[in-house]
């Protein structure tokens, strides 16, 4: 039944992997946006097959296909399409359409070289030229978009949100999980730099590293290399993909939570290990710094090579103060619902003014 209602298309394509950063962020700020029931306008969520009633059988879907992709006559009824990333390819001809871009990164501007990185730059661009409003998840991500754009764009600025906060109850994934283990989980691939922390791991002969996620399979065989090499392979342990409750029972008993990526815009898993109130180890870059302030114990290119001293000074601090209460409350700044209530306001002032 036709509403009378303007429609706002949510892309939620990305939910295919909801262990990545873009799938988490399009399933919680998805299932957050249609838990409030907007009433100013009418969502319907863009996804694949597979990923009907994600947000409930009451919501309106619209099947992803390849003509999305081509400038015709797409989205013909919508008034407002939020892209949840900002390299979509989807494109319309509908020219009262408005689009809302999320920028999460610009990690093609430092993973590729040559031709692919002027293909996806000018992607990039292309989508900005023609955006009613963007919205930045970070001061860092913001930073950068604004290089890029000569400041011609001025973009919102919306964090990401706690996404452990709706589990109940965790679950431990295995028997034989080391006594004390830093954790780590993402999509295992070089930008995560994995080598620092097997480097960290290698002088402190006490720890293990517990690695969860999908990992790629040329760069988790040159990591297994690696520890081979450092003789460090019987205190790595990769895990595949893990259930929410696996992962929360992770976070939850291991010393600190360590990440060594060299390019963010966020960082979910930053929150969620400072939702529990963890240690938390991280590489020196805006995005995390950003999060974390002086809360987290930063590698750094000067400590990196001598991180025994540092991290066991850090822990010691962590054990002596209130820090884990400090990095829980730090912590709650970082909201789901108040980044759907957020977005709701941004669809509103673009559909209405």
């Not at 003509?67 to 015709?72: A, D, I």
């Not at 949100?161 to 589990?167: F, T, V």
């Not at 109130?277 to 974390?292: Q, R, S, T």
């Not at 850090?314 to 909201?335: E, H, L, P, V």
Request: contains cysteine; proline residues 3%; charged residues 20%.
């Amino acid at each position: 039944m036709k509403t009378s209602k303007p429609i706002v298309i949510f892309d939620a394509t990305k939910t295919g992997n909801r262990e990545s950063g873009l799938g988490n962020f399009c399933y919680h700020l998805g299932k957050e946006i249609s838990r409030l029931k907007p009433e100013r306008f009418e969502i319907q969520f863009l996804v694949h097959k597979q990923q009907v009633n994600l947000f409930g059988s009451e919501q309106q879907y619209i099947l992803l296909n390849a003509v999305h992709k081509f400038p015709v006559n797409n989205f013909k009824d919508a008034a407002l399409l939020h892209a949840c990333w900002q390299l979509s390819s989807l494109q319309s001809s509908n020219k009262k359409l408005k689009w809302l871009y999320t920028v999460h990164d610009l990690n093609f501007l430092i993973k590729y070289k040559g031709f692919k990185k002027t293909y996806y730059t000018n992607r990039f661009l292309g989508n900005i030229k023609k955006a009613n409003q963007v919205v930045c998840i970070s001061n860092a991500t913001n930073v950068l978009f604004a290089d890029l754009t000569n400041d011609n764009f001025e973009a919102e600025i919306i964090y990401n949100g706690n996404s452990l906060s709706h589990i109940i109850k965790a679950e431990k994934p295995f028997t034989n999980l080391p006594k004390r283990y830093l954790f780590f989980i993402g999509i295992i691939s070089p930008k995560k730099n994995l080598e620092t922390i097997f480097e960290i791991l290698q002088q402190i002969p006490e720890l293990s590293v517990v690695i969860a996620g999908e990992a790629q399979t040329i760069y988790q065989q040159q990591l297994e290399l690696k520890a081979t090499q450092l003789n460090i392979v019987d205190r790595i342990i990769f895990t595949g993909k893990v259930s929410e409750e696996e992962k929360l029972y992770l976070y939850e008993n291991c010393e600190a939570y360590i990440n060594s990526s060299i390019a963010e815009g966020f960082g979910i898993p930053v929150v969620e290990a400072m939702s529990v109130g963890k240690p938390l180890v991280l590489n020196n870059i805006p995005a995390f710094k950003e999060i974390a302030g002086d809360l987290a114990l930063y590698i750094t290119p000067e400590n990196q090579k001598n991180f025994k001293d540092q991290y066991q000074a850090y822990i010691n601090k962590f054990g002596a103060t209130s820090m884990g209460k400090d990095i829980k409350t730090a912590a709650q700044k970082f909201s789901w619902t108040h980044a759907a209530e957020s977005y709701i306001k941004l669809y509103e002032e673009l559909l209405f003014g």
